[in-house]
């Protein structure tokens, strides 16, 4: 199985700063790492992964980081807008096995103040 | 866009009574699954299924069913509500995803039930 603790649970960030949220993991034989957006009243959606054969992703404004001996990952928001203000979830999965095994950090309600 | 549907998507129902909750989806994905959202828990998967008349326990399944008539249809039953059972339930589906071939999960808009 897999256990994933995500922090903070909540954060608040000013616009135009960043934001950043991290993950831990304990299964050190984890190798998938998505990260789920849900904006208030919506439902979760994938905005970035990053597998165990990369250290750092980047997309739109978006930067994963995985420290694999640190067993750690992290999600950083680039000059935040009131847009990405949501629940983002992180989470982990297993090798040989498919999204049955994706387990979930509790997630992090991310604000931007205006 | 993948396209998931969800009814009820509100419920208010009694403690000891039988509930159903429904997902469709449009996506022609093989599997589908059932999580339930509590604040400070995150997602947590309750069922799951990889094809048509099957169903596979997910990490808390006890007070839980799940029927898969067709491919695009996964519902979720609770035979005796109970109030730990108030949550918003979430149904995804997805392509098949096995042996570390991952796939993206697209979640439907969200059940929102509450047992009194």
């Known amino acids: 199985g897999e256990q994933v603790e995500q922090l903070p649970s909540i954060l608040r960030v000013q616009e135009g700063s960043s934001a950043s949220i991290n993950c831990t993991y304990e299964n050190s034989a984890s190798n998938y790492f998505p990260w789920y957006k849900q904006e208030p009243g919506e439902n979760p959606k994938l905005i970035i992964d990053?597998?165990?054969?990369?250290e750092r992703k980047q997309t739109q404004g978006l930067i994963v980081l995985l420290d694999k001996k640190a067993k750690r990952f992290s999600l950083h928001i680039t000059d935040t807008q009131p847009g990405d203000s949501a629940m983002y979830f992180c989470?982990?999965?297993?090798?040989?096995?498919?999204?049955?095994?994706?387990?979930f950090g509790a997630g992090t309600k991310l604000t931007i103040k205006p | 866009e993948a396209a998931v549907t969800q009814s009820p998507r509100s419920k208010v129902a009694v403690t000891g009574g039988k509930v159903t909750l429904s997902c469709h989806q449009t996506?022609?994905?093989?599997?589908m699954y059932w999580y339930r959202q509590d604040t400070g828990h995150g997602l947590r998967l309750i069922h799951y299924s990889y094809v048509a008349d099957s169903t596979e326990k997910g990490d808390i399944p006890d007070g839980y069913k799940a029927s898969r008539p067709s491919q695009e249809n996964f519902s979720l039953i609770l035979e005796l509500a109970s109030l730990s059972q108030t949550a918003v339930y979430f149904c995804a589906s997805s392509d098949a995803g096995w042996g570390g071939n991952y796939a993206e999960q697209f979640f439907g808009p969200g059940t929102r039930l509450t047992v009194l």
């Open positions: 989470a982990a999965s297993p090798p040989h096995y498919g999204n049955e095994k994706i387990t």
């Open positions: 990053i597998r165990s054969n990369m």
């Open positions: 996506n022609n994905h093989d599997y």
